[in-house]
């Protein structure tokens, strides 16, 4: 059985930073991308970011210098967010797609349940 387990949100000053963990099970994900989206109440879920190994990375506009993506290995991703602010509070998700990256979240087989972000100011 699949599973994307998130983990590391939490509340945080703007300006702070936090690192979001993504650990995948159930068969090996080698040769699939893995992604972050977030979602607000009242808003569309929105592509943060995804990585895949000879690919590289991609980023949304609004976290782009600020955030980061890194892969320890085919099951363990990571978001590494900086100088957050209130506008990133929102619930994230981990999300995994055979192949290369790709930002819509339809494009993504696999989802964890997420993780909640809260940034105060």
């Known amino acids: 059985q699949v599973q994307l387990v998130e983990s590391g949100g939490g509340l945080v000053q703007a300006g702070g930073s936090l690192r979001l963990s993504c650990a995948a099970s159930?068969?090996?994900?080698?040769?699939?991308?893995m992604a972050w989206f977030r979602q607000s109440p009242g808003k569309e879920r929105e592509f943060v970011a995804s990585?895949?190994?000879?690919?590289?990375s991609i980023y949304g506009d609004s976290v782009k210098g600020r955030f980061t993506a890194s892969r320890d290995n085919a099951n363990t991703v990571y978001l590494h967010m900086n100088n957050l602010k209130p506008e990133d509070t929102a619930l994230y998700y981990c999300?995994?797609?055979?192949?290369?990256?790709?930002?819509?979240?339809?494009?993504?087989?696999?989802w964890g349940q997420g993780t909640q972000v809260t940034v105060s100011s």
């Open positions: 999300a995994a797609k055979w192949g290369t990256t790709a930002r819509a979240a339809n494009e993504y087989d696999y």
């Open positions: 159930g068969r090996s994900f080698s040769n699939y991308a």
């Open positions: 990585i895949y190994w000879s690919a590289g």
